[in-house]
């Protein structure tokens, strides 16, 4: 991979243009909306910079197909408080929202007393070796390692993702908002039907956590649904190295490729 490569490019303060690497895998002349989540939580961070709150929850509606193309991302406050505060994020591009999210944020204090129900961690990355996990096309699968913990079976799926590219060149992306652009893979990794004969696109992804994830890898035990009425359901409990961090679900439109 290129030196200084990364998922996306500023071009001023509002404006981005994607590169390669976020290449989709339905499409390839489309943008995977992982990494334009990992863009969302982490512009909503800089928008509420100072605040001593953290992001909890992100909530992110696909209205319509992400090309190639350059985008602007306009971000603000729905309901601020002392310790609670509401942010959206819509990403606009050629004149149209193509992405709306809405993220909750949380002042973070000490709960340790009551803390529990947490689970299990899954074994960590460094005891598994790295492996194909994912047979799908496309710049940001091609641009992520995998390390699966066991076999992946039709529907369920137990592994560690990471990437080496940052979000946006040239800036320092948290960890939390590194964590969310890898997360819209749990609906890719544990496919339950070939995407060569159907296809399962996700409308949505929502993110619960119950603290901030840390580090560079990102732990997901994914299981698919697949209803009888042409939709689905993939959900995910979230790990970084120290454990579960929270659980994602995606709504996914099911048909016939052909």
């Known amino acids: 991979m290129e030196e200084g490569a990364s998922y996306f490019v500023r071009l001023g303060d509002s404006r981005f243009e994607p590169t390669v690497h976020t290449g989709g895998a ?5 943008q995977h909306i992982s990494p334009m989540v990992g863009l969302i939580a982490h512009l909503i961070e800089q928008h509420t910079a100072g605040s001593g709150k ?64 947490v689970g299990t961690p899954m074994t960590p990355p460094d005891q598994v070796p790295p492996r194909p996990f994912a047979d799908w096309p496309g710049g940001f699968i091609a641009s992520l390692e995998g390390r699966p913990v066991r076999p992946t079976r039709p529907g369920s799926a137990e592994i560690w993702l ?60 994914t299981d698919v649904v697949l209803g009888a009425e042409g939709s689905g359901l993939t959900s995910a409990v979230l790990h970084d190295e120290a454990g579960p961090v929270g659980r994602a679900a995606q709504v996914l439109t099911v048909r016939l490729r052909h």
């Open 54 to 117: 953290e992001l909890r929850r992100l909530s992110v509606d696909i209205l319509g197909v992400l090309t190639l193309e350059p985008f602007s991302v306009e971000v603000h406050t729905i309901r601020s408080g002392r310790t609670i505060e509401l942010v959206e994020a819509v990403v606009i591009e050629a004149g149209r929202p193509a992405v709306r999210a809405r993220g909750w944020l949380l002042s973070p204090h000490d709960s340790s007393a009551v803390a529990g129900g």
């Open 162 to 221: 990471s990437t080496a590219l940052p979000i946006v060149g040239g800036e320092q992306v948290s960890d939390l908002a590194a964590f969310c652009g890898l997360v819209d893979t749990s609906n890719g990794v544990s496919v339950r039907e070939s995407p060569d004969e159907w296809l399962f696109p996700n409308l949505d992804l929502t993110i619960h956590l119950h603290r901030a994830p840390r580090g560079r890898w990102v732990g997901l035990q």
């Open 26 to 30: 339905w499409d390839v002349r489309e």
